[in-house]
C-alpha cells in the first residue's frame, strides 16, 4: 500500500513563478475592472488622509506665537466655520469612495478565486484514472476545502485591506513631504527595520504553513475512509482502532498548527517591538525640531500622526504578506492539479479560460452519427503500473453490430480490466480497439498502418459517448430523479416515464406523487432499493441511445425480479445494440450469440453458448463466482 497510494506533495524553496502566473489568469478577465476600482480606492484613502493635514492648517490658523508658521495662502480666511465644513466634505466622499472600493475589490477577488475553482475543478475532473486510485479522498477534500478555504479568505475583505495599507503608505509619504520633509528619513527606516524583520523570519514561517496544510490532509482522508467504511468498521468492531488513530493524526496537526502559530506571533512581537521603538524616536525628535524652530506645532502633530500611522501600517502591511503567504500555499498545492497532465485523448472545452499548456478544444465539435455498434479488438495489452504484471495480454475479438457476447472467466482472469481498457479508462500497452472502422484519436497512431490509422479518428468523448455501462455497483448521485436519468433538459417527461414503465419501475414511479421527477435522490440512492438502483442504472443507459451497451455483472446484486426485468431489458429493449454482458450467474448469459472465455489475461476460447457453458461449468470449481 506504501508504494501504491501516492505521497503527499511537499513543496519547498521559493514559490514558483506558475504560482503568481495562475493568479495573473485569474484577474485576467477584470483587468480594467481592477484597474478602475484601484483609482478609485486611491482617491478615497487621499481624502481620508487629508484630513490630518487640513486640522493641521487649521491648528496652525489657531497658533500665536514666535513658534508659529503661517498657513498656506488658500487657508488664510478660513474659520471654524469653513474648516468643519471642508473636513465633513471630505470625510463623507472619502467614506462613500472607500465604501465603494471595499465592496467592489471584494467582490471582484471572489468571483476570481471561483473561477480559479472552477478551473482545478475541470481539468482534476479530466485527470487519468490512476491519479483518483492513487491520492486518498481525504487529501483531495483538503485541497478543494482548506487550502480553498484559505485563498477565498485572502481574496476578499483582506484584499482590499492590503490595498489600502498600499495606498495609505504611499500617500503618507507625500502627505508628511508636505507636512515636513524632515520625517521622511525615520519613515523610511520604519519600512526598511519591518523589511528585515518579514526577511528573516518570512522563509520559517512559509515552512511551517506549508507543513500545517500537509499535516491537516492525512486527518481528513482518515475521517473521509471512516465516514465511507462506517458500516463495516462497527460490524467488525474497529470502532476504537478508527477513533484512536483520526485523534493520533489531529494531535500531529494541532501540534503543527501551534508551531506555525508560535512562529506568527514571534514576528508580529518583533514588529510590535520595532514600532514602539520608532515612536518614541519620533516623539523625542518632534520636540527637538520644535525648539530647534525648523517646524511648527501643527505640522509636528501632523507628521507624527502620519509616522505614528506609518509604523502600525507598515507592521500591518508585513503581517499581511506573512498572512497572504497562507492563501498562496493554497493556491500552490491547488495548482498543483491545475496544471497536471490530463488523461490521453481529453481536452479541455472552449469554456476553459486559464491559458493553460493543456489541449482544448477551439470549437465544440458537432455531434458524431450514432454508430452501428461494430467493434473490433486486436492485441490489447494493458498494465495498471509500470512494475505490475499485465492484466490482459494481447486480447483479439471482433463483435458485430448487434451481436450479444457473455463473458466469463474465474476471478481474476481479467474481465473488469476488459471493460476499463474498452472504456479507456488506462491507457494500453499495446493493441487497438476500433468503432465501426475508427480508433479513438489518442491510440490512433499506436500501429504499424499508419495509413488505416490516421482515416477518420474518434475524439475521446465521441468514443465513450458509444459505449454505455450499467455496473456491478449502480452509480447513482445526490440530486432529483431526471437529473439522475438524463442531462439533456429537451428529453420529454413522457419519453421518461415510457422508459421506466419498459424497466417495471412504472408502479413506483406512481407512487412517487404529484411532481415524481422531482424526487430527491440521496447520495449514492441511499433511499433506494439495490434493485432499484440498478434498474433506474438501466434506463439511464436506455436513454443514452448508444450503440455498445455493457453489463458489469448487472444482476450479481438485485432480487430474482429485478433480475427478471433486467433480462427482459436486455433481450428486449436493448436487442438491436450491440451487448457485452460480463456474467454473474450463467443463466443471464444463455441467450447471447457468443460466449468470451477470458483466462490468466488471455482469451482463451470462444464460441457458442451451447459449446462454451458445459465446458465452462465443467472446469470450474464449486467457490467460483
Not at 239 to 248: G, K, N, T, V
Not at 376 to 403: I, K
Not at 451 to 470: C, G, M, T, V
Not at 581 to 602: P, Y
Amino acid at each position: 500500500m506504501a508504494t501504491f497510494i501516492e505521497e503527499e506533495k511537499h513543496f519547498s524553496g521559493k514559490y514558483a513563478r506558475q504560482v503568481f502566473e495562475t493568479i495573473g489568469f485569474a484577474y485576467r478577465p477584470y483587468r480594467a475592472l481592477s484597474v478602475f476600482i484601484l483609482v478609485i480606492g486611491l482617491f478615497a484613502r487621499a481624502l481620508l488622509l487629508l484630513n490630518a493635514n487640513v486640522m493641521g492648517y487649521w491648528a496652525d490658523s489657531l497658533c500665536k506665537g514666535p513658534l508659529c508658521k503661517p498657513v498656506p495662502s488658500m487657508f488664510a480666511y478660513f474659520g471654524a466655520r469653513e474648516f468643519v465644513t471642508l473636513l465633513l466634505t471630505i470625510t463623507t466622499l472619502g467614506f462613500l469612495l472607500n465604501t465603494f472600493f471595499r465592496v467592489g475589490i471584494a467582490r471582484l477577488g471572489t468571483h476570481a478565486i471561483s473561477h480559479f475553482y472552477d478551473e482545478v475543478t475541470l481539468r482534476t475532473s479530466r485527470l487519468p484514472l490512476s491519479f483518483f486510485d492513487r491520492t486518498p479522498v481525504g487529501r483531495m477534500i483538503a485541497r478543494f476545502s482548506s487550502d480553498y478555504s484559505a485563498v477565498f479568505r485572502m481574496a476578499g475583505g483582506p484584499m482590499g485591506e492590503f490595498a489600502c495599507i498600499c495606498f495609505d503608505l504611499v500617500l503618507t509619504l507625500v502627505l508628511i513631504s508636505v507636512a515636513s520633509p524632515l520625517y521622511i528619513p525615520l519613515v523610511l527606516l520604519t519600512v526598511g527595520a519591518n523589511l528585515v524583520v518579514y526577511r528573516l523570519n518570512n522563509t520559517r514561517m512559509r515552512q511551517e504553513r506549508r507543513a500545517m496544510s500537509v499535516t491537516r490532509a492525512p486527518a481528513i482522508a482518515h475521517f473521509a475512509e471512516t465516514a465511507q467504511g462506517a458500516r463495516t468498521i462497527r460490524a467488525f468492531g474497529k470502532a476504537q482502532l478508527f477513533a484512536s488513530r483520526f485523534c493520533r493524526l489531529v494531535r500531529h496537526f494541532l501540534s503543527q498548527r501551534a508551531r506555525t502559530l508560535v512562529v506568527i506571533q514571534a514576528f508580529s512581537l518583533q514588529m510590535s517591538f520595532i514600532t514602539s521603538l520608532l515612536l518614541l524616536c519620533t516623539g523625542l525628535l518632534g520636540i527637538f525640531f520644535v525648539r530647534e524652530g525648523w517646524v511648527s506645532v501643527g505640522s509636528v502633530a501632523v507628521a507624527f500622526t502620519f509616522v505614528m500611522m506609518t509604523s502600525s501600517t507598515v507592521q500591518l502591511l508585513f503581517e499581511y504578506l506573512a498572512s497572504f503567504e497562507e492563501a498562496l500555499t493554497g493556491v500552490e498545492r491547488l495548482d498543483d492539479y491545475l496544471r497536471r497532465d490530463l488523461e490521453p485523448g481529453a481536452k479541455l472545452p472552449p469554456t476553459a479560460i486559464f491559458p493553460t499548456s493543456h489541449p482544448r478544444m477551439a470549437t465544440l465539435p458537432p455531434p458524431e452519427p450514432a454508430a452501428a455498434g461494430a467493434l473490433e479488438v486486436s492485441g490489447l495489452v494493458l498494465r495498471y503500473r509500470p512494475e505490475l504484471p499485465q492484466v490482459l495480454r494481447g486480447v483479439s475479438f471482433a463483435l458485430r453490430p448487434g451481436e450479444h457476447v457473455g463473458v466469463v472467466g474465474r476471478t481474476g482472469c481479467g474481465k473488469s480490466s476488459l471493460i476499463q481498457a474498452l472504456f479507456l479508462l488506462y491507457p494500453w500497452e499495446a493493441g487497438w480497439v476500433e468503432l465501426d472502422g475508427r480508433r479513438p484519436e489518442i491510440f490512433a497512431g499506436k500501429t504499424t498502418d499508419r495509413a488505416r490509422a490516421a482515416k477518420n479518428p474518434l475524439s475521446l468523448d465521441a468514443y465513450r459517448a458509444n459505449l454505455s455501462l450499467i455496473p456491478q455497483e449502480p452509480s447513482l448521485f445526490r440530486g432529483t430523479l431526471r437529473e439522475n436519468l438524463v442531462a439533456d433538459k429537451r428529453v420529454s417527461d413522457d419519453e421518461i416515464e415510457s422508459v421506466l414503465a419498459c424497466v417495471g419501475l412504472s408502479e413506483w414511479f406512481a407512487s412517487l406523487g404529484p411532481k415524481p421527477f422531482h424526487m430527491a435522490i440521496e447520495e449514492r440512492g441511499g433511499n433506494l432499493s439495490s434493485g432499484q438502483r440498478q434498474l433506474l442504472c438501466m434506463a439511464r443507459c436506455l436513454m443514452q441511445k448508444s450503440s455498445i451497451v455493457v453489463m458489469d455483472e448487472a444482476t450479481s446484486s438485485v432480487d430474482p425480479v429485478s433480475e427478471e426485468n433486467l433480462l427482459h431489458a436486455t433481450r428486449d429493449l436493448l436487442a438491436k445494440r450491440t451487448q457485452i454482458i460480463v456474467a454473474h450467474r450463467l443463466s443471464t448469459i444463455e441467450h447471447c450469440d457468443r460466449i468470451l472465455w477470458l483466462q490468466e489475461g488471455l482469451l482463451y476460447r470462444q464460441g457458442p453458448p451451447s459449446v462454451i457453458l458445459p465446458e465452462y461449468r465443467a472446469t470450474r470449481s464449486s467457490h467460483d463466482v
